[in-house]
């Protein structure tokens, strides 16, 4: 061999090796990093979330795909180890996809940012669930209408805060009956964005249940002038009626739906005494929101008992809120089952960004362009 110019070295055969081992390292390293960015951004700042129920038609429909401000009221502080984008199962197994933290004593809190206002749309979880940690429970979404520290009360299906009437929210719906003399064609209902429930015939009537805000409701004239139905009629209880699977369900309840209240919306630092009248209202806060895992309490003959000890007064260490749906006649919320604790409140409803019509074929109008923009 030519000394002047020498053969190159032999490529040893562990180089492409390294160098796929090299690049596999740095693509994991890559997705890792993407992983974490995503994570904190969904815990900072945004999070997506579908609705799936009814309750706020027709602010926000089933099939809406909506994102969330993490960022309007603070994001909270973990009581659980979470398998990443899991819920309350890993896929489709029976595997928790978390490790609760709340039995050692952690508890959910939060960098507060904002403030929650009155007609906001907050998402929160589901204050009812006690089986899983609270990031955990089911995401509900409704209309915040009482703050912490109001005295809140429902008359005539209007809403009051501190004795002031609120604003009702723009596409709020209530049931309405009607009675036709023929059946009517539902291209009508449809036109004026009227969801229609029930139909029933009896003799020679129509009678059909419908949800429409009022506005819509008042094409019904239209109908009413050309002689097709008789009359419609909205959905309405009477003061006196009652009842009994309203909030709380004690018998101290003597409202209904369209009439609640009054009642005072707990806050922060507000100290109250036990009564057997306030406990109705309160001991189910003090029990599953209030106290540490490792107290043991329970009320028993209209009395709260603290680790044996009877307690006649309580200060409550986190702010509450009563919420509504805007599908007013068809939701269940703080009505039914009392107030959301902040410790569950997930964020602000800010942007439709996606509407899928489920009822819909693609190139049928399944895609509701018209649905996309800001949540108000």
Request: glycine residues 6%; proline residues 7%; aromatic residues 14%.
């Amino acid at each position: 061999m030519d000394a002047e110019n020498p053969s190159p070295d032999p490529v040893s055969p562990e180089a492409p090796r390294s160098r796929r081992r090299h690049w596999l390292l740095r693509w994991l390293s890559s997705v890792f990093w993407l992983l974490i960015v995503a994570l904190l951004f969904r815990w900072l700042v945004l999070e997506a979330f579908v609705i799936s129920s009814a309750s706020m038609e027709g602010t926000l429909l089933a099939g809406d795909w909506i994102l969330v401000s993490k960022w309007s009221y603070g994001p909270r502080s973990p009581s659980a180890l979470s398998v990443p984008f899991a819920h309350q199962k890993i896929g489709h197994t029976q595997w928790p996809a978390y490790f609760s933290l709340e039995k050692w004593g952690f508890s959910v809190g939060r960098w507060r940012f904002g403030r929650v206002r009155h007609n906001d749309v907050l998402l929160f979880n589901d204050p009812a669930d006690r089986q899983h940690p609270v990031e955990h429970r089911s995401p509900f979404v409704k209309r915040c209408v009482g703050l912490p520290g109001d005295t809140l009360e429902i008359r005539q299906a209007r809403v009051y805060a501190n004795r002031q009437l609120l604003p009702a929210p723009e596409k709020r719906q209530f049931r309405y009956f009607l009675q036709a003399r023929k059946p009517i064609n539902p291209a009508f209902f449809a036109r004026f964005g009227i969801r229609q429930d029930l139909i029933k015939k009896k003799g020679k009537e129509w009678h059909y249940t419908t949800y429409a805000t009022p506005e819509a409701a008042q094409s019904f004239k239209i109908l009413q002038k050309v002689g097709l139905i008789k009359g419609f009629t909205r959905q309405e209880q009477a003061a006196e009626e009652f009842d009994s699977t309203l909030y709380p369900q004690t018998g101290r309840q003597t409202g209904n739906a369209d009439h609640y209240g009054p009642v005072v919306v707990p806050q922060r630092g507000m100290k109250i005494p036990l009564s057997a009248n306030n406990l109705a209202w309160y001991g189910p806060l003090i029990l599953n929101f209030e106290l540490g895992p490792r107290q043991k309490a329970e009320i028993r003959d209209e009395t709260l008992y603290l680790n044996g000890q009877a307690l006649r007064e309580h200060t409550f260490q986190q702010d509450y809120y009563f919420v509504l749906g805007d599908h007013h006649h068809v939701s269940w919320d703080s009505r039914y089952w009392g107030f959301v604790p902040d410790s569950h409140l997930i964020g602000k409803a800010w942007l439709v960004w996606l509407s899928l019509d489920k009822s819909k074929k693609w190139g049928q109008g399944k895609m509701r362009w018209h649905r996309l923009g800001r949540v108000r």
